[in-house]
T-cell receptor, first 113, second 109 residues
């Protein structure tokens, strides 16, 4: 298994543009997480899904952020419109059960100018 | 509310020196604590979990419920230990993980 796959790895966009980040979890995993990493705030949980259903989205910063998981093998995180303060590395992770061991993707580095 | 605090953003030591990365948590129930590590150009990965009570790469961490701490320790640091370390907490029987802000460990030769 190639592990959790995220795309794009890098994205540079201008303020106001829509950004879509994609994630393919490990096959067989039933929970998927989106985290945002910044120097100041570390790793923040944005939202997580269990069996494709959003369980906790309390970390989603604003209505500009939305996430979907249409099936067990794909999830998206969308920012519309994007702002410079959204610049960060966005990580997707997946797991099975409540083991506490999350498997992370390589991250998507977003820069909003 | 669940919270994980890592007070040090950067910890620098020389090879062979002892290392202690601090982690404090707040949680009203019975928590499960973890340490994750991110080496340069590698993915974030699990280092150890408190319920296992094991030593990984020479690192250990003891859960102290009285002090609500889960400090990561290694008696003799190696250069290859240089990485970003995150402490994380989950509540019992859930898969939601809350991370601290991380500590960057630099081990000089």
């Amino acid at each position: 298994d190639a592990g959790v796959i995220q795309s794009p790895r890098h994205e540079v966009t201008e303020m106001g543009q829509e950004v879509t980040l994609r994630c393919k979890p490990i096959s067989g995993h039933n929970s998927l997480f989106w985290y945002r990493q910044t120097m100041m705030r570390g790793l923040e949980l944005l939202i997580y899904f269990n069996n494709n259903v959003p369980i906790d989205d309390s970390g989603m910063p604003e209505d500009r952020f939305s996430a979907k998981m249409p099936n067990a093998s794909f999830s998206t995180l969308k920012i519309q419109p994007s702002e410079p303060r959204d610049s960060a590395v966005y990580f997707c992770a997946s797991t099975f059960g409540a083991s506490g061991e999350l498997f992370f993707g390589e991250g998507s580095r977003l820069t909003v100018l | 509310a669940q919270r994980v605090t890592q007070p040090e953003k950067l910890l620098s030591v020389f090879k062979g020196a002892p290392v202690e990365l601090k982690c404090n948590y707040s949680y009203s129930g019975s928590p499960e604590l973890f340490w994750y590590v991110q080496y340069s150009r590698q993915r974030l990965q699990l280092l150890l979990r408190h319920i296992s009570r094991e030593s990984i790469k020479g690192f250990t961490a003891d859960l102290n419920k009285g002090e609500t701490s889960f400090h990561l320790k290694k008696p003799f640091a190696q250069e290859e230990d240089s990485a970003m370390y995150y402490c994380a907490l989950s509540s019992y029987n859930t898969d939601k993980l809350i991370f601290g802000t991380g500590t960057r460990l630099q081990v000089f030769p």
